[in-house]
């Protein structure tokens, strides 16, 4: 056994130095112009400053990174062959190469999240989230950075239905948010609609929107799918941005109407005839009321949101979406219409779009072109995936992570990016399938006999 | 006389310069097994291609007749094939939803009635009582099927995890579970063992003597073919050469020609005249 070890290891070795050279060589082409050059200013004019040792450096602890990396996973392997002397390769019982192995690794993860089921973690989440204003170390910042993580949570949840459930990759999914931001924003400039008027129209848009959307790509899938409306999501956008008459261009839309309390605003003076908030139910005034309730809202909206997508997923056309993205052909074999399908994926993702779309405007007072940017298709994509595709649980965790990882990295400045890079990296390697890879069955059939 | 459930009249297909099927007519009738057996590329997933709306026949009718009603497959989208002339297929290289679980699977075939049940989704967002009555008779119906194909214990793990056997046997009832007229089979006995193949045996006689449902079958296990086929149907190179009972076809001097070459009606190799005598 020994003797087979040796040449064994001789030749790792040889492996080993290759590869973290050819780590080093990766680095040295990114770090020679990103970090070996610096532009720098003096007096008036614009000057290049070099900074080769810090290139050197760099390059120098991806080589030694590598190779400490490389020597850990060699040994481990010569360790597990060492323990395991037998025949070099048992030959698989005839039929279990067949079966796929994709599944198994979903059950590993499985077994190892079953032990705090998700219905009780999903239950403390949201009595979290209910007290979140309220606990002591709460504050006006805090509870913005929460309505901001809700805002992602609820378009994740959104594009999940697309992307997670019906398996559609969505690029240009911003492309309803906009749509509900501007119809809310536009309606209410034009025609005087309050946020609870202007919510439901501003979702309804977003999904005939996502109809109209949906017919031109309905034969794409995969690749081209993803391009097309990564295309559509820029087409909305640029429209947005240069159709003045009616948007307002790259100026935006400013003074979108707030959201009442039932008819009461969060205001210090009342309008003319009317009743504050503050007044109604005699409390000081506070601007962080506003803070407070906006968070309400859109917790209030983003629960209704999963409660509807967690149910739907149990219904036909639930199960259905996820029958399209294991196998379109095989749907089709079984009488499904796949048209049918994939427009009301595509047309109930892009209402729930529309309506957190509708929330953002309200509660940024102002919208304009820019908060549109491919950039925000990608971060909500990003989220959905990292989750784990099609889960609920996974979107909250993913949309914390995204949104408050370049919170926190802010400490860090110029380093904020690197670090979460770093973070996606990891993520990627360690969960490949999301942070949450499990899939629970819409229906068992153990245990129904005795439930009804 | 009733006409046959299924009748395919002057059927080709062609692509390109490659003529897949050329001039093929057969009927199969209801509470039948008819076997479609020719040697490799010799156009039998292209018929059944043809049949359930994946290709657009270049020339040829095909007529099923389901409660008094015609439906011309060639003029139908592969979903309405299935859905309303009631066409139900597997396929050579299993399609089943891999990840779902394979009860799952079974409702998926329920589609078309569950989703008129749910009232296109209101219903059953709003949880109605007729909904939900329509469900439990849906698992009921796929209970029933995972019983008789010996999958009740593994109902809610994924199809994908299940053994190549029992994956074949899920995919039928999958098939089944849409309450076809007419079932075809791509291969279904490839790559089972002696043991299963005899159990694919029994459940499709059984399919045929309790649905009386029509069965197509593609198939080069022959002790599939003549064991429990009533007709067989033998295409080369696109062309039918020979139809009939399996124990005519089995001695037709075309068809062995076809199957082992020219000089082979001197001297079959012995293995090969076994398996064409049939084993079951």
């Known amino acids: 056994m020994a003797a087979e070890a040796l040449p064994a290891r001789r030749l790792a070795w040889g492996g080993i130095v290759g590869e973290a050279a050819a780590a080093a060589g990766v680095a040295l082409a990114l770090a020679l112009p990103l970090i070996g050059f610096r532009t720098v200013e003096t007096n008036a004019a614009l000057g290049i400053e070099t900074r080769f040792g810090w290139v050197a450096a760099t390059v120098a602890a991806v080589f030694v990174g590598r190779l400490l990396l490389a020597l850990l996973r060699s040994l481990h392997l010569h360790r597990k062959s060492v323990t395991r002397p037998t025949s070099p390769q048992p030959s698989p019982p005839p039929g279990a190469e067949r079966e796929r192995p994709v599944e198994r690794e979903g059950e590993v993860g499985g077994r190892r999240f079953r032990a705090f089921s998700p219905t009780w973690i999903g239950a403390l989440g949201i009595a979290f989230a209910v007290a979140l204003p309220f606990l002591p170390f709460s504050s006006r910042y805090l509870v913005d950075l929460a309505t901001t993580v809700v805002i992602y949570v609820m378009l994740g949840w959104g594009l999940n239905v697309v992307v997670g459930l019906a398996g559609l990759l969505d690029l240009g999914y911003v492309a309803f948010y906009a749509v509900g931001a501007y119809s809310f924003a536009l309606l209410a400039q034009r025609f005087g609609l309050s946020f609870w008027q202007g919510l439901p129209m501003a979702g309804l848009l977003a999904a005939a929107f996502g109809l109209a959307l949906g017919f031109p790509v309905l034969r794409l899938r995969g690749d081209y799918l993803a391009i097309v409306t990564l295309g559509f999501g820029e087409i909305v956008r640029l429209v947005l941005l240069n159709w003045v008459p009616v948007t307002n261009g790259p100026a935006g839309i400013a003074d979108v109407p707030r959201p009442s309390f039932f008819g009461l605003p969060f205001e210090r003076h009342a309008p003319p005839g009317g009743t504050t908030f503050a007044e109604f139910f005699h409390v000081p005034f506070n601007p962080g009321q506003r803070i407070v309730f906006l968070y309400y809202v859109i917790l209030a909206l983003a629960l209704l949101t999963n409660a509807v997508t967690l149910r739907l997923r149990r219904l036909p056309i639930g199960r259905a979406w996820e029958a399209l993205r294991e196998d379109e052909i095989a749907c089709r074999a079984l009488g499904i219409n796949p048209t049918l399908v994939k427009l009301s994926a595509f047309s109930i993702g892009a209402m729930l779009g529309g309506f957190a779309g509708a929330f953002f405007a309200t509660r940024q007072g102002f919208i304009s072109p820019e908060s549109f940017t491919f950039i925000e298709s990608a971060t909500i994509l990003a989220i959905v995936v990292l989750g784990g595709m099609g889960s609920q649980l996974g979107v909250v965790l993913a949309a914390v992570v995204l949104v408050c990882l370049p919170e926190f990295g802010r400490a860090f400045a110029e380093f904020r990016m690197l670090l979460f890079g770093a973070a996606m990296v990891a993520i990627m390697v360690w969960r490949p399938r999301g942070l949450v890879a499990r899939r629970a069955p819409s229906l068992r059939l153990a245990g129904r006999d005795g439930a009804r | ?280």
Not at chain 2, 63 to 75: A, P, V
Request: hydrophobic share 45%; charged share 25%.
């Open chain 2, 1 to 280: 006389m009733r006409p046959p459930l299924l009748e395919v009249e002057h059927l080709s297909m062609r692509f390109g310069g490659l003529l897949a099927v050329d001039d093929l007519s057969f009927a199969a009738r209801a509470g039948e097994i008819t076997a479609i057996i020719g040697p490799n590329g010799a156009g039998k997933t292209t018929v059944f291609n043809c049949l359930t709306g994946f290709y657009r026949p270049s020339i040829g009718r095909l007529t099923l007749h389901r409660g008094g009603r015609r439906h011309l497959l060639e003029r139908l989208d592969g979903f309405r094939i299935a859905r309303d002339a009631g066409v139900a297929r597997t396929f050579q290289n299993i399609r089943l939803f891999a990840g779902m679980s394979v009860l799952e699977n079974l409702l998926v075939a329920q589609h078309a009635p569950l989703m008129r049940a749910s009232l296109y989704s209101i219903a059953g967002l709003l949880g109605l009582p007729g909904f939900r009555r329509a469900e439990r008779a849906a698992v009921a119906k796929a209970r029933d099927w995972l019983a008789r194909i010996d999958l009740l214990a593994r109902a809610d793990d994924p199809a994908g995890s299940l053994p190549y056997g029992a994956q074949r046997r899920l995919e039928i009832a999958r098939a089944l579970c849409t309450g076809p007229a007419l079932l075809c089979l791509d291969e279904p006995a490839a790559g089972l063992n002696a043991r299963e193949s005899a159990e694919l045996n029994r459940l499709l006689l059984a399919i045929r003597a309790e649905l009386g449902i029509g069965v197509l079958l593609i198939e080069h296990d022959m002790s599939v073919v003549m064991g429990i086929s009533d007709q067989v149907v033998v295409l080369d190179y696109g062309r039918k050469i020979a139809s009939g009972p399996p124990a005519d076809v089995r001695r037709d001097p075309v068809v062995i020609k076809a199957y082992l070459g020219e000089e082979a009606d001197e001297e079959l190799p012995p293995d090969i005249a076994r398996d064409l005598a049939g084993r079951g």
